[in-house]
Structures are given as structure tokens and as C-alpha cells.
């Protein structure tokens, strides 16, 4: 018989007998009792050695007195979960393209970035995606020649192989089709083709689309481009030495902001850009007269992309020089004052509607922060119903056409992308896409290479100096549910 | 005013050796006529007393001559006391010295001619030129009369012409016992008047400071041996184990036990150790040796002899077991107020980052996961809880339970022994909580489990051998993973144990042919560890075996590097002992045999501070190799690891790191990082914090990578609030690269490693002492850091956990006579270099009083603001015992 010790976790078993004629596994039947571990589980730990069940005590040499040391748990045996975790690392490349939170870049094929920065812009309009996506051949009409076809297809396939991808996409096909579609793309310049205004791109892109996307029955509303885009606008002729008044409407796909030296926002340079002369035939004076125009926006639209006017045609130079002058813009555009008499009357109500969320959110804040002390529970509850409130005011666009009925436009309208351009000639210098994510961040896309920015940086593309200068900016409407 | 450029202005033995020699009586005498109208009526009048004493000196009377030679005598004692200028008498005799020469040597052998001598000696203080060592020759034709009545100066200068002589004499092997008897003399002046620096000097300059023994007292013990102690770093070869023998001796005399003792782990030496003990009878005063020794990491059995009574002796082999030393560091923690678990996201701090910060990705990345768990166990090491892995695994809703298999395949290992890092030194819940995963049927798992047990037995010594007794049966297992996981775990549970058993089953895997590639070299690294500047040649020739064996292919892998390393492991800190198996390395095949050999350099002269070795590492560096040639890597750390030993030789290794960093070829540049980690780690110094910044984002990733785990490597447990915002701004910088910001978040978990209570310096006791088994963690995860992308980015980064062998609570604990805490008031300030400074210098500057436990940072010093109790060693550090003062009255 020897007397021991077992030491277990923190607890010191003392005096635990052990009757050297039986195998220890009766020994750690003992210790089961004690501990609750079961035989099996146990490990008791014999200078330098396991103990084993079957093992002979007068081999192992255990002294009177001897401290054994035993380790073992009845704890659950740690079991691999059932649904295996899926790791990033495994994943298919599209998928983990999904992870990073925007999508990929577009290899530069000399000289196209300002056909990247456009395409990026324009992807960046989730309707259009969707309108691309129901574009078929069978809905192609007669009227949309065998090109502006190829090209829309182009565009459909360029967008959806940049969501899927990680790496950049190569936009080779869709270069091709485009310079097919419109010539002038094709200039070379030492061999190489020429760097292009990106403007140019956007608008004969955007006017493609808008033919190619009219819908079969090819009636004015159903355009599905112009109703994302296009800004009616009603213009009032002057003429002052007829005292002449006409008034005709016309469509654009973007507002001009003009800069001259008074502008320094570009409130300033729009309003400036919506007035205008023009010499035409008077028939009351029977002769050309200048004209004074004055345009006020009629309808808005979705998407407002507004163009500076930073290249102008220098004759001296032979080429398309730039206005450095830096005009700010806002993250959040309020065109109130650039619309027609109608359209502010219609305006109204929601603009109210959205004033009084607003208050009611920074009210319901307010109160909250003085009763903070007070209750907790209030707080969060405020926060709550702010977060929702603040929600509701942006329609999500997915909800398309079913939900327009109740939602309406405020007139206000939020950054969602800006296309840059540094250098000193529209047909020289490097296009940069910069665009919001439906995460809220900033993304920089430099043709191949995208990079996360930040929101106070996007303000300072105004231009003024050497870096990157805003050229077209976009703007998406803010709605109020009513 | 004098014209005479003045030679007692400079203290030191050699400067005014050349001041004399510009004095010679070219012009004097010139001179001299001039000055005479300036002189006062006194100096002419001693002047012209002088001249007289000249001319009766030289008077065949010999009655006459006796009181010239008297007052003459007199005259000089009465002067030679000032040092600020030449004394009087001494400038004026200086016309005279010639005539005075001269003279005697035309007298006939008498006392008075030995009282000229003695003139004549002191005369040639100012006179001789040099080389001639006047002053000596005619102090041994003198009277031997008391040497220190002549004044400070002449026995000073009367030294440094004995180091001459005896260098000389030694030369020609004459004898030199008139001179040991001036030695005699002049040391036991020297050591009554404050000057035990000069006294040192001169004793190791006549290679006799046996001597010093017998003129130690009291007072002046304790200065002489600071002096033998820091001297010892400058010292080549032998001279310095010597001086620190003596200063042993000296503190043993005084019964200094804590120092004595502390010399006698510096030098390695069981048999001194041993004397420790037996010399000390408080048994109170024995708990504090067994506290010191278990901070220098060394196993340490103590015997019948040392300690009489079984229940004591068990009780201060518990202390040197290191049992208590979680339990220490949770009092700490507790006191400090940091036991709150901490996450991954609580270091990584993104909310602070704008913007670019990448939102939580949706689904789990592995690489991601796999640096949280680093982090996760880094920062949480010890303290027992966790919010990943110890958290109730039963919660099967939240994903925390199963954090482990958030990991995967090897990074499962990893997970599953870092549960071991968190409870790291507290043996009985680690295994218990650690016993789960023995039960898996997933290999990784049960990998990590062993390594886990391993950590968790780090630094801490048991009767049961748990360790042993769990990991051994594993070695023999079919799976690779598992295997390695026993063997590393072996390897960090058993450093520097020099364990037989674990050698016998080991060795035999080294020289198996069947068994994998890193088997055999985690085997070779683990038994270096094991047998860490042990010199076991038994186990040098399985790993060279084992190197010879490899194949050309083999010996290409990036882990082979580890069997090297394993080696150089053995003969850490040895020295020469290195040399018999450098030999060997020699006939390695070439792809290996330079890393082999700079390895083993390297390792061998670690923390010594030898500057041949570090001209040779820095000759290897400077060859333009062509491709393929890995060893300058080795080289580089080499530099770091020789010169780490002391403050001097760091900085200036730092110094030309820069320019090798300038000049060097790209696979020096990437080890340079490292090297200013290993130099500086701990310890945050800003120039280096600065040049590791500029390096991580140079345009070479692997130079990038180095300095960013250096960044961790130099802050490690400081919380340093600058590199940890240097290191947020990586991680937003290298967001998209997944290997950079691995270790990036491997750095931050490094900075904020046990919350920032633990320190991975391997020395300790005020600097004096390295850790060897400290020391071996480190530099083998420099050595994995060399090619990052193989081992620490590829499948082997457990390896990171090889830092654990350095991992100590840089704390200062106070506790009773109980060995219970008690809070005292202490101050902490910067450690100030006191050695041979006059008088009683404060030993710290910029103090703060604190109540302890408190923490210390590098370069810090604490002492007690309290009479109340007294420490029972000097050095205040990890665990101390303070005894209560008897004498202390309440104010």
C-alpha cells in the first residue's frame, strides 16, 4: 500500500492509497470518483512519464508520499463546426471581389483614360447598369444601326465583367467597338492614339445609349437615358432691340458650368452657364439681332452631371488650352434657384417635407443629449427613430419606378462621382474616375489601380493648381417619401 | 602666467607623460632670468633657500648635506599636496636637476644618497622624458620611505612608469619583485584614498589584482568592484573572467551575496553559484538568490549542502522553479489594473484611421484570423483570459467559441497553442484547459496543443515533468505537424535544461532518414535550446551529422537554416569554445557552410561585445556576393548579437548598421531592420525608431517586412504610444498587401504584448545579465525572419512563439518575509553610470515616486523611499524581499 498525493488543476488530493497489487487503472477509478474524470480522459504524469492503464507499479516506482501531478477535463471535446467556415483565401475570385467593397480597374490601353475615368463614372449609376442589363437583342429597335448595337453590348459586358473581377479588367473589346462607332477616337498620334476629352466620350457615349436603350415602343418617356440624365430646360429669348420675347424648351444631358472671372463656385459658374446671347434672325427687324437667353430648368433629372468648361479653343496655340481656375463645389447641390416657376411650385412640398425631417432630427438629438442623463433608454430610442427617419429620406434606387409615386425630388442633390483631369490640354494629361460607393467611401479609380479615398479629399479636386481638377461631376437626387 | 605650459592641469597618467616631454631644459634657463624680476618676496626667497640647499647638497660635509637634503625635503612635501599647479619648489629645482643627477651619481652608497634618490624621483616627476621613467629608477635606489607623502600626483605618475617597466621587464622576463613591492605600496594608498580606480588600473596593467584581496575593506568593496565589473566589459580574452573572479571574491568576502551571486551567473559558474549558498546562512536572504536565479532562466538544482532542511530547500526550489511567477504577474496585473481581456480590434484601433481602413470584410479571411490569434495571444499572455479562446466553448450561437476553427489547417496550431500563451507560467490551468484539444482527431490541433503545453511550461520547472511526460509519445508520431509540435514544444518548456531524456529521443530523429526536412530541423533547434552554451558535444556531432547528411536540395530550403542554427545554439556566449566545431563547419557542402560558419561566429560571441569579432562579421558584410549566398543575413544579426552586451558598443553599432544599410547589397539591407531590433529591442530609443519608419516603406518588401516586426521587436511590451500610431498608419498603408499587414498586426500585438507589462530584453539585473535560453528565443526568430516568406508567411509561423523564451514581467515586486506582496513607495528613475565617480552619486535621475508592484522600463532604476524596510539585494528587480530595518524609528 502506498500512500499519495495527486495534484489536479489548483486542487491537491491528499492521501489517496494505492494498492500497488492492482493495475493503476483502478487507481484512476479512484481518482474518477474524486475528480469526475473519466478513466480514459485521465493523464497522470509520473516523473517524465505517462502512467498507463496496464502498467506495472513496481516498474514505475512510486514512492511513499510521492506528489503525482494528473491532467484531464470532462469538458467537451472540441468539435470542428458543422458548417465549415468559408475563408476568404478559398474563395473564387469573384467572390472575394465582393470582400474589398468596390470593384476593379480597368487596364489603361494607351491613352484611355479618359475612356476608363468615363466608363467608371457612368458604372457608377446603378439604374443604368440595370437598364443595360435588360437590353437584349430582341429588344434592339430598327432605328439603332449594327454599331451603337455592338457598342451598347460592349458597355453591357464591360460593366459586368468589372463587378466580377479582382484584377483589372481589360476594356480592349469595348475600345474597339467605340472607336468603330465613332472614328475620331482613333486619331494617332506618333504611331500611338491620341489622348481624347473625355467629355467627348461621355456624351457620344451617353447619346448611344440613349438611342440604343429607347425602348420598342419608342416613345419619348420610356427613354430610359434621358429619363436618368436628361434636364429639360425652358428658355426665354430677349431680343433688346425688337423688345422681342420668345420661349422654346430644349433637353441636355448635362448643365455647363462656365468659368469666367467672377466664378469661384460653381452656383456661380451654372447660373452663369443657363444665361447666354445669341445672334439670330429677328423677324421683326428682319435682320440677325443678339438675343439674350436665359434658361431655367424645367424638369430634373436623376442623375445631374454638370460639365466645366475648362477647355477652351485657343487660336494662338492650335490646341484645346485649360482655365485652372479653381471653382468649389459642394458635396450637396440645392439648384433650387436654377429652376422654373412650375417646377419650384412642385418643389415645395417635399422641400419642406425634408426640412422638417431634418429639424425633427437634429431636434429629437438635441433633446436627447439634454435627457441623456436622464434615461438611456430614450436616447438610443431617439437614435433609433433618427437613423430611421434619416434613412427614409434616400430612396434606395432598386425600388425604381414602383416607389416613385411616393417619393419626390427635393432639388438637392448629392456628389456621387467626379472625373478629373490634370495636365494642361484636354488632349494631354491623365483622366481620373473618383466615385462614391454604395458604402458611403470614396474610391479613386487611376485606370488599373483603385484606391480608397477620403470625403474631404474629393472637395479639393477643384482645381487652382497642378493636381487632379474636376471636369464632370455628378450629382444624384435626394427624394423625400411623401 | 606661467610660460611653462602646465603640466599638472591634466589628470591622466599618459597625457602628462607628454607635457613633460615639452618641457625639456632646452630654454629653460631663459625663461627662468625673465621671471625672476616677477617673482614675489617669497617665492625668492624659497628660490634662493633652494639654490642653497642645491649647493650644500653637493657640500662634502656630510652633516650639511644631510639638512639640505632635509629641508629640501621638506620644502617639496610641504607642496607636492596641491595639484593645481606646478609646485614652487619643484619649478625651481628644475635648473638643478642636472647638477643634482649628476652629483649622484658620484656618491658613494649611503642613506644620503638614497635621500637624494628620493628627491631625485620626485624631481623627475615633472623632468624625465619620456620613456626614460626616471622617477621609478630612482624611487627603487630610494629610501622606501612612505610613498604617499610625496602627494597624489607622484604616486600616480610613479604607476604609470611601473605598467611601462613591467610591460617592459616582462619582455625580457627579468624579474620584477622590487617593482611588486612599489605595487604593494602604492595600491594600498591608493585604496585608503578614495583612488580604487587607480588602484585597479595598476593591478591589471602588473597582472596581479590578487592584491586588491587583501586591501578591500568596508568602505571601499563596493566601488572597487562596480569599477571590476563594468571594466570587465572592456576587457579582452581571459583578463575579463579574471576581474570578475576577483570582484567575486571580493563580494564574497563581504558578504555582498546578491552581487557575488550575480557575477557568478555572468560567468556562468555552477561551482560559484554553489558557494553562494553554502557561504550564506539566512534563509530569507537564500529565497532572494532562488528569485535571481529564476530570472536568469537557468535550471538549477540546489542540494542537501546548500540548503540543510528538506521543507526550506523544497520551498526555495519551488522559487527557483519559477511556480510562483504567474501568481507575481497577476498581482502586477491587478495592481496596475489591467486584467480586463483585450481583442484583436482593441490594438488594431481602426476607428482612429479615416476612411481608409478597410470595413470588416463579410466572410473570414485566414491570413486576417491567423494575425489576430498572434495578437490575441501576445497581448493577453498570462493573464488567463481572453475574448477568443478561453471563452466558454459551450456559447456554440456566438462565433467566439469557435474561434479555433476560424483558423486554418496549420493556422489551427497556431490557434490552439496560443491558449497555451494565455495562461502562460500557470501550469495546472494551462493543462487543463489545453487537455481539450488532446482529444481532437484534427492533427493541427493536437499540434497545437503540444506546442501549447510547451508554452505554457516556459521558464517553469516541475517534479512531474508534465511536459515531458505529455509531449514524448508525440515525437514518435507519424503526422510531421504533430511531431514538430512536440519537439518545439520540448524545446521551449526544456531550454537550457540540458535534459538527457529528451536528448536520447531527439538525437536519433536528427540522423533519421526517413523523417522530414523540418522535423529534423525543429528537432536540431530544439535540442540547441535544450542544450542552450551548453557545448554538448554529443549533441554538435548528431546536427552536424544531420547537416552533412542533407542533400543539395535540402540544404536550399529556407528551414534548413535552422539545423545551423541549432548548432551555433550549443556554444551561445562560449567563445573560443566555438572553435573545434567551426573547424568541422568547414567541410560543410559551400551552399551551407558560410551561413553555417557565421552562425556559429555569431552565436558564440553573443553579448561579449568583442570587437575583433565584430570587424570580422562586418569584413563579411562588405564582400559583394553573387546571387544565391545567404550567410550575410547571419553576419548582420551577428553584429547586433556581439555588440548588444553594452551601451558604448550598441550605439556605435547602430552607427555603422546605417552605413551598411548605405552600401550594402539587398540581402544585407533586409537583415538590417532585424539587427536594430535585436540591438534596441525593448527598448524604443527614437533614432532607431526613426530609421526602422523610413524602412518599412522601402520599396523592397522584405526590408519592409523586417522593419516592421522590428518596429514590434523594439517596442515590445512598451505600449510605445509612437510606434503604435506608426504602426496604425501601415496598416491603413499596406491595407490591400496581405503579407505586409500580417505583419503589421503581428507588430502591434508585439508592442502591446501582455498589455505592456512583459519585456523581451534578454538582459537583466541592471544590464549585467543575459539570458541565454532569453536570448536563443530571440535570435532564432531573427534567424526565421531572414526569409520571411518561407517560414513566418508561409506554414511555419508558430515559430513566433519562440519569443516566449524571452518573455519576463519587467516588474518590481516588493514582497514580506512570507514572500506575500506588499506595497512600499519606491522611486523609478533613469539609471545614471556611477562607476568610479567620486563621493556617493545619486544612482538615478528624473525620478517619480511610484508604490509598488511597478514596472520599469529600459534603461530604468528603482530604490526604496522607505527606511522602513531593507532589500535583501541591490538590485531592484523582478522579486524582492524586504526585510524590515531594526533601526527604523516612526517619525
Known amino acids: ?482 | 602666467m606661467a610660460p611653462v605650459p602646465d603640466p599638472n592641469n591634466v589628470s591622466g597618467g599618459a597625457k602628462r607623460d607628454e607635457a613633460t616631454v615639452k618641457v625639456p631644459s632646452k630654454d629653460p634657463k631663459k625663461k627662468d632670468d625673465k621671471k625672476e624680476e616677477d617673482l614675489s618676496e617669497e617665492d625668492l626667497q624659497l628660490k634662493q633657500n633652494l639654490e642653497l640647499y642645491v649647493e650644500r647638497v653637493q657640500d662634502p660635509n656630510p652633516e650639511l648635506q644631510k639638512a639640505a637634503l632635509e629641508s629640501m625635503r621638506q620644502e617639496i612635501r610641504a607642496s607636492t599636496s596641491s595639484m593645481t599647479s606646478v609646485p614652487k619648489p619643484l619649478k625651481f629645482l628644475r635648473p638643478h636637476y642636472g647638477t643634482l643627477k649628476e652629483f649622484h651619481k658620484n656618491m658613494a652608497e649611503s642613506d644620503l644618497k638614497k635621500m637624494l634618490a628620493d628627491i631625485l624621483s620626485v624631481l623627475a616627476l615633472t623632468m624625465s622624458a619620456e620613456g626614460e621613467r626616471e622617477s621609478l629608477g630612482y624611487r627603487l635606489t630610494g629610501s622606501e620611505g612612505d610613498i604617499g607623502s610625496w602627494g597624489h600626483e607622484y604616486v600616480r605618475n610613479l604607476a604609470g612608469e611601473i605598467a611601462e617597466e613591467y610591460t617592459m621587464r616582462q619582455g625580457e622576463e627579468s624579474s620584477i619583485e622590487d617593482l611588486m613591492d612599489l605595487v604593494q605600496q602604492i595600491v594600498a594608498f591608493h585604496m585608503k584614498h578614495n583612488a580604487e580606480t587607480e588602484a585597479v588600473d595598476l593591478l591589471m596593467d602588473v597582472e596581479d589584482l590578487d592584491l586588491l584581496l587583501e586591501h578591500v575593506d568596508r568602505t571601499n568593496f563596493r566601488r572597487t568592484c562596480n569599477y571590476l565589473t563594468s571594466a570587465a566589459k572592456y576587457l579582452p580574452g581571459p583578463d575579463d573572467m579574471l576581474v570578475l573572479d576577483i570582484a567575486y571574491m571580493i563580494y564574497i568576502k563581504f558578504e555582498e551575496y546578491p552581487n557575488a551571486l550575480q557575477i557568478a551567473l555572468f560567468l556562468d559558474n555552477m561551482q560559484y553559484v554553489k558557494q553562494v549558498f553554502t557561504s550564506c546562512t539566512d534563509l530569507l536572504r537564500k529565497k532572494q538568490f532562488c528569485y535571481m536565479i529564476s530570472r536568469h532562466g537557468i535550471t538549477f538544482e540546489l542540494d542537501p549542502e546548500m540548503v540543510a532542511d528538506d521543507v526550506d530547500r523544497e520551498m526555495l526550489q519551488d522559487i527557483v522553479n519559477n511556480t510562483k511567477l504567474s501568481e507575481g504577474y497577476l498581482t502586477l496585473a491587478r495592481d496596475i489594473e489591467v486584467m480586463e481581456a483585450k481583442t484583436p480590434e482593441d490594438i488594431y484601433k481602426a476607428h482612429l484611421l479615416d476612411g481608409r481602413a478597410s470595413s470588416a470584410p463579410s466572410t473570414d479571411s485566414a491570413r486576417h484570423n491567423l494575425a489576430a490569434t498572434f495578437v490575441n495571444a501576445f497581448v493577453n499572455a498570462g493573464f488567463g483570459q481572453d475574448k477568443l479562446m478561453t471563452v466558454p466553448s459551450d456559447s456554440t450561437s456566438g462565433s467566439a467559441g469557435n474561434w479555433l476553427f476560424k483558423n486554418k489547417e496549420h493556422g489551427k496550431t497556431s490557434a490552439a497553442a496560443s491558449l497555451g500563451m494565455i495562461l502562460l507560467w500557470d501550469v495546472d490551468s494551462g493543462l487543463a484547459q489545453l487537455d481539450k484539444y488532446f482529444h481532437s482527431n484534427d492533427n493541427p490541433i493536437i499540434a497545437g496543443a503540444l506546442l501549447g503545453v510547451g508554452i505554457v511550461n516556459c521558464g517553469i520547472k516541475n517534479d512531474c515533468d508534465p511536459a515531458l511526460a505529455l509531449l514524448g509519445e508525440y515525437i514518435e508520431k507519424e503526422d510531421p505537424s504533430v511531431r514538430i509540435g512536440a519537439i518545439m514544444g520540448l524545446g521551449i518548456a526544456y531550454a537550457g535544461s540540458q535534459n538527457d531524456q529528451i536528448r536520447s529521443s531527439l538525437s536519433p530523429i536528427l540522423n533519421d532518414a526517413k523523417a522530414p526536412l523540418d522535423v529534423i530541423a525543429f528537432a536540431a533547434l530544439s535540442l540547441g535550446m535544450i542544450y542552450v552554451g551548453s557545448c554538448n558535444e554529443e549533441v554538435a556531432q548528431s546536427i552536424i551529422f544531420a547537416l552533412m547528411d542533407r542533400s543539395e536540395a535540402e540544404l536550399g530550403e529556407a528551414i534548413t537554416r535552422f539545423l545551423p542554427l541549432g548548432l551555433g545554439l550549443l556554444y551561445l556566449g562560449k567563445q573560443e569554445s566555438v572553435e573545434a566545431t567551426a573547424e568541422v563547419s568547414k567541410t560543410f557542402n559551400e551552399k551551407i557552410r558560410k551561413y553555417c560558419d557565421m552562425t556559429l561566429l555569431s552565436c558564440a560571441y553573443a553579448g561579449t561585445g568583442n570587437v575583433l569579432k565584430v570587424q570580422d562579421l562586418l569584413a563579411q558584410c562588405g564582400e559583394h556576393l553573387e546571387k544565391g549566398d545567404i550567410h550575410q543575413g547571419p553576419a548582420v544579426l551577428g553584429l547586433a548579437m556581439v555588440a548588444m552586451s553594452e551601451e558604448l558598443g550598441l550605439d556605435m553599432e547602430i552607427r555603422s548598421l546605417e552605413r551598411v544599410l548605405q552600401y550594402g547589397e539587398q540581402n544585407i539591407r533586409r537583415a538590417v531592420p532585424l539587427a536594430l531590433g535585436l540591438l534596441c529591442i525593448s527598448n524604443p530609443k527614437v533614432n532607431v525608431m526613426d530609421t526602422l519608419s523610413r524602412l518599412s516603406h522601402d520599396t523592397d518588401s522584405e526590408v519592409a517586412m523586417a522593419a516592421i516586426i522590428s518596429l514590434g521587436l523594439i517596442g515590445a511590451g512598451t505600449n510605445n504610444a509612437r510606434i503604435a500610431g506608426m504602426l496604425r498608419n501601415l496598416s491603413s498603408y499596406y491595407y490591400k498587401d496581405p503579407s505586409l499587414l500580417f505583419c503589421v498586426r503581428i507588430a502591434q500585438g508585439l508592442v502591446h504584448m501582455g498589455k505592456g507589462l512583459l519585456s523581451l530584453s534578454p538582459f537583466h539585473s541592471e544590464r549585467l545579465l543575459l539570458s541565454p535560453t532569453a536570448l536563443a528565443g530571440i535570435v532564432t526568430l531573427l534567424h526565421a525572419c531572414l526569409d520571411m516568406k518561407s517560414i513566418i508567411l508561409g506554414k511555419y509561423h508558430y515559430v513566433l512563439y519562440f519569443l516566449v523564451l524571452a518573455m519576463q514581467p519587467r516588474m518590481m515586486l516588493t514582497v514580506d518575509e512570507n514572500l506575500k506582496p506588499i506595497s512600499v513607495p519606491v522611486r523609478v528613475g533613469q539609471a545614471v553610470d556611477v562607476v568610479g565617480q567620486a563621493g556617493r552619486p545619486k544612482t538615478i535621475t528624473g525620478f517619480q515616486t511610484h508604490s509598488t508592484p511597478v514596472l520599469l522600463a529600459a534603461g530604468e532604476r528603482a530604490e526604496l523611499a522607505t527606511d522602513k524596510y531593507i532589500p535583501l539585494s541591490p538590485i531592484l528587480e523582478g522579486f524582492i524581499i524586504l526585510k524590515e530595518n531594526p533601526d527604523y524609528r516612526e517619525e
Open chain 1, 1 to 482: 500500500m502506498l500512500t499519495v498525493s495527486v495534484k489536479w488543476q489548483k486542487k491537491v488530493f491528499e492521501g489517496i492509497e494505492i494498492d500497488v497489487t492492482l493495475p493503476p487503472y483502478v487507481f484512476k477509478a479512484q481518482l474518477y470518483d474524486l475528480t469526475g474524470v473519466p478513466p480514459e480522459r485521465q493523464k497522470i504524469m509520473v516523473k517524465g512519464g505517462l502512467l498507463k492503464d496496464d502498467a506495472d507499479w513496481s516498474a514505475i516506482g512510486v514512492k511513499d508520499g510521492q506528489k503525482l501531478m494528473m491532467m484531464g477535463t470532462a469538458d467537451e471535446i472540441v468539435k470542428a463546426p458543422e458548417k465549415a467556415i468559408v475563408f476568404a483565401e478559398d474563395l473564387p475570385e469573384e467572390e472575394q471581389a465582393t470582400n474589398l467593397g468596390y470593384s476593379a480597374g480597368l487596364v489603361n490601353l494607351g491613352n484611355t483614360c479618359y475612356m476608363n475615368s468615363t466608363v467608371q463614372c457612368l458604372k457608377s449609376v446603378p439604374e443604368l447598369k440595370a437598364a443595360l442589363s435588360n437590353y437584349s437583342l430582341a429588344g434592339r429597335s430598327n432605328d439603332v444601326d449594327q454599331t451603337s448595337h455592338m457598342l451598347t453590348v460592349a458597355t453591357r459586358e464591360l460593366f459586368s465583367d468589372l463587378d466580377k473581377s479582382v484584377n483589372a479588367v481589360s476594356p480592349s473589346q469595348f475600345w474597339m467597338v467605340l472607336r468603330k462607332k465613332y472614328p475620331q477616337f482613333s486619331q494617332l498620334q506618333n504611331g500611338m492614339h491620341m489622348q481624347q476629352d473625355a467629355e467627348e466620350c461621355w456624351t457620344q457615349l451617353l447619346y448611344t445609349l440613349s438611342q440604343s436603350l429607347k425602348a420598342p415602343t419608342s416613345s419619348e418617356d420610356s427613354d430610359a437615358v434621358k429619363a436618368l440624365f436628361g434636364v429639360n430646360l425652358r428658355s426665354r429669348l430677349h431680343c433688346q432691340e425688337s423688345g422681342e420675347e420668345s420661349s422654346e424648351t430644349e433637353s441636355v444631358y448635362s448643365l455647363k458650368c462656365h468659368i469666367s472671372h467672377e466664378v469661384n463656385h460653381l452656383h456661380e459658374g451654372l447660373k452663369h452657364g443657363l444665361k447666354g446671347e445669341l445672334e439670330k434672325t429677328s423677324p421683326a427687324l428682319g435682320r440677325s439681332a443678339l438675343y439674350l437667353k436665359e434658361s431655367l430648368i424645367d424638369s430634373l433629372p436623376r442623375y445631374l452631371t454638370v460639365q466645366f468648361v475648362r477647355f477652351f479653343w485657343k487660336r494662338e496655340t492650335n490646341q484645346k488650352a485649360k482655365i485652372l481656375r479653381k471653382v468649389d463645389y459642394p458635396l450637396e447641390l440645392d439648384i433650387y434657384d436654377l429652376c422654373s416657376e412650375d417646377l419650384r411650385k412642385k418643389l415645395e412640398a417635399p422641400r419642406q417635407k425634408l426640412r422638417d425631417e431634418e429639424g425633427k432630427k437634429l431636434g429629437l438629438q438635441t433633446s436627447a443629449k439634454s435627457s441623456a442623463k436622464d434615461s438611456d433608454v430614450k436616447m438610443t430610442d431617439a437614435e433609433a427613430s433618427s437613423h430611421g427617419s434619416g434613412e427614409s429620406s434616400t430612396v434606395t434606387p432598386q425600388e425604381g419606378a414602383s416607389s416613385e409615386k411616393e417619393t419626390h425630388m427635393t432639388g438637392i442633390y448629392d456628389l456621387v462621382s467626379v472625373l478629373t483631369h490634370k495636365g494642361r490640354s484636354a488632349d494631354s494629361g491623365h483622366y481620373v474616375a473618383w466615385v462614391k460607393q454604395e458604402s458611403g467611401k470614396w474610391i479613386q479609380y487611376d485606370d488599373d489601380h483603385p484606391s480608397l479615398q477620403r470625403e474631404e479629399d474629393i472637395t479639393k479636386l477643384s482645381g487652382g493648381g497642378d493636381w487632379h481638377m474636376a471636369y464632370i461631376i455628378m450629382y444624384k437626387a435626394r427624394f423625400v417619401s411623401m
